[in-house]
């Protein structure tokens, strides 16, 4: 039955995949996980696999649901938000509308996302960072929480270039008087803040930094490469670069990130961070929009290059995450890039 997904079968194959998975942790049942950012792409499958969770497999999970708007929250969820184990609560992450229910764990993804933002509002974005998540943590000391995850980003390495897969204790070069450096700094001293908080008080947090993550769910209109690729090849129109396409990483699948949020929360050692990404998919964004053009029988590449630094985009790296140290909580990645494009243009066609 699509119940979460009700538009959108292969949305909800995937949400059934993580509420299978999620079996194995019995520590959710009967726990209320307060999620952040939950209307955006990760939090609102997170909330609507732990309601699969709760209606496949009997568990008891509630769910209070942090957004900024509830027009969004009515778009994301349907016919959820009467769900009587989901409270969806409307306000700004750095002001938290006050949650009277105990808190036994958070996943904290709320954050500022648009590339274009971090330039033309780089204070917001530095604030909502810092901010934000100072507000999350004094409420998870508050509640006396059993864990925490927060979703930062591959962007807090800076600068690389290199064949090398990088670990955790790796750090590229990051300039801080580059404007677009308001979100890769702020995520970094987010990172420190958890750690402090954790160090401090006790505070279970750990850190989940997520390469580009891409699947079922994103948003017709969603501005980022894998989502401009996919929706050209729908309206068999050509791929326009607007770079040279030689930036390298590597990627995940949505349903393969939010495994491993839980894998993250629940496993994971406290003040650690752990990468998030499927180690066989590193490719230049030229070859992939080679890849995604081969769905497309009228699909060309142009390229229309532009100021790199007005649109907010970064310069050229060559960076692929390794996620040894998240297989060893027992997480492995379940779906190929190949697959991953298949799926989302799929998936986007029948919004």
Not at 54 to 81: M, P
Request: overall charge negative.
């Amino acid at each position: 039955m699509n119940i979460e997904a009700p538009n959108d079968c292969i949305l909800q194959r995937d949400i059934n995949r993580v509420a299978r998975e999620l079996v194995n942790f019995p520590e959710l049942n009967h726990k209320t996980i307060f999620v952040t950012g939950a209307s955006g792409l990760l939090g609102s499958l997170t909330v609507k696999s732990l309601l699969c969770l709760n209606r496949c497999y009997r568990f008891n999970v509630s769910i209070v649901a942090l957004v900024r708007s509830s027009e969004k929250a009515e778009a994301t969820f349907g016919n959820l938000i009467h769900d009587d184990k989901l409270r969806i609560i409307v306000g700004d992450i750095v002001d938290i509308p006050d949650i009277s229910e105990p808190i036994d764990y958070i996943i904290h993804g709320a954050s500022v996302t648009s590339s274009r933002d971090f330039v033309e509002h780089p204070v917001e974005t530095i604030f909502t960072a810092i901010n934000g998540t100072n507000q999350v943590l004094e409420l998870a000391k508050l509640k006396n929480i059993k864990g925490m995850v927060y979703m930062s980003s591959l962007e807090i390495y800076g600068t690389f270039n290199s064949d090398i897969p990088v670990k955790e204790e790796a750090g590229g070069y990051i300039d801080p008087l580059v404007v677009r450096s308001s979100y890769s700094e702020s995520k970094r001293m987010v990172e420190n803040l958890c750690c402090a908080y954790s160090s401090e008080y006790g505070l279970p947090v750990k850190v989940a930094r997520l390469t580009q993550t891409f699947g079922p769910g994103v948003s017709y209109n969603d501005n980022r490469v894998f989502a401009q690729f996919a929706r050209s090849v729908i309206e068999q129109k050509n791929i326009v670069m607007h770079t040279d396409g030689s930036t390298v990483r590597n990627y995940c699948y949505t349903s393969d990130a939010i495994r491993a949020l839980f894998y993250i929360l629940l496993k994971g050692k406290k003040e650690s961070a752990y990468n998030v990404a499927n180690m066989d998919t590193g490719i230049s964004i030229r070859d992939m929009a080679e890849l995604a053009s081969k769905f497309g029988s009228d699909t060309e590449i142009v390229f229309e290059c532009a100021d790199n630094e007005k649109h907010g985009y970064n310069p050229p790296v060559k960076i692929c995450l390794d996620s040894s140290r998240l297989k060893t909580l027992g997480w492995s990645a379940e779906v190929g890039l190949e697959e991953m494009f298949q799926n989302l243009i799929k998936s986007m066609k029948l919004v």
